[in-house]
């Protein structure tokens, strides 16, 4: 089992809609996660983090995160074409408490 | 500007050859890190190090090697070893002596292709 999984879509949503994108991990211990956006050829550019139970919100974007479920999800409100990007997961799993781990990451595109 | 330097852009090696990337941070960042990208894949971790002198292998070291003389410093050697080493590679760093995990920080990476 991988430790941190994403489904690797493409996820297509219309402009205006509500982008809900996934990402579970197995280490049940891990305390820190982030979602990263991607843009093709650059580097991955931090999101969001959420380190304790429930819903972050900043802006359009809201992290949810449910330890007893080993889930973390994005959900982008209002979507734009220019949120057309890959969005990876990242968790810190227990034991290398500077190791970071990624997802294969999740295509998402904004249809106009 | 703070930030990360990765060099070369692009970088070309011959069959048998060792190749070495460069990764410099003005951070002052403890925790430095190498990840290897494929097309369509997400980030693959090689190595990291948290202190000077120190360095852990991530989950596709096999091929790679590192140093960390310096904590500005942290150079990826991809050795004859590794068959495949077409991909991006991603330096990244943060700090560490934080409540919470802080967020990391890329350099703009390097393509690497085989001739």
């Known amino acids: 089992q991988k430790e941190v999984e994403q489904n690797s879509g493409p996820l297509s949503v219309p402009e205006g809609a509500i982008a809900s994108l996934n990402c579970t991990y197995s280490d049940r211990g891990s305390q820190s996660f982030f979602w990263y956006r991607q843009y093709s050829g650059k580097s991955p550019e931090l999101i969001m983090s959420i380190y304790s139970n429930g819903d972050k919100e900043d802006g359009r974007f809201t992290a949810q995160l449910n330890k007893a479920s080993q889930y973390v999800s994005l959900l982008i409100r209002d979507s734009q074409p220019s949120d057309s990007a890959t969005y990876l997961c990242?968790?810190?799993?227990?034991?290398?408490?500077?190791?970071?781990?990624f997802g294969t990451g999740t295509k998402l595109q904004v249809i106009p | 500007d703070g930030g990360i330097t990765q060099s070369p852009k692009y970088l070309f090696r011959k069959e048998g050859q060792n190749v070495t990337l460069s990764c410099e941070q003005n951070?002052?960042?403890?925790?430095m890190y190498w990840y290897r990208q494929d097309p369509g894949q997400g980030l693959r971790l090689i190595y990291y190090s948290q202190i000077v002198n120190d360095f852990q292998k991530g989950d596709i070291a096999e091929g790679y090697s590192v140093s960390r003389e310096k904590k500005e410093s942290f150079p990826l050697t991809v050795t004859s070893a590794q068959k495949n080493p077409t991909a991006f590679y991603l330096c990244a760093s943060r700090g560490i002596y934080t409540a919470t995990n802080e967020k990391l920080f890329f350099g703009s990476g390097t393509q690497l292709s085989v001739l």
């Open positions: 951070l002052n960042h403890d925790a």
């Open positions: 990242a968790v810190n799993p227990p034991g290398g408490y500077q190791k970071v781990t």
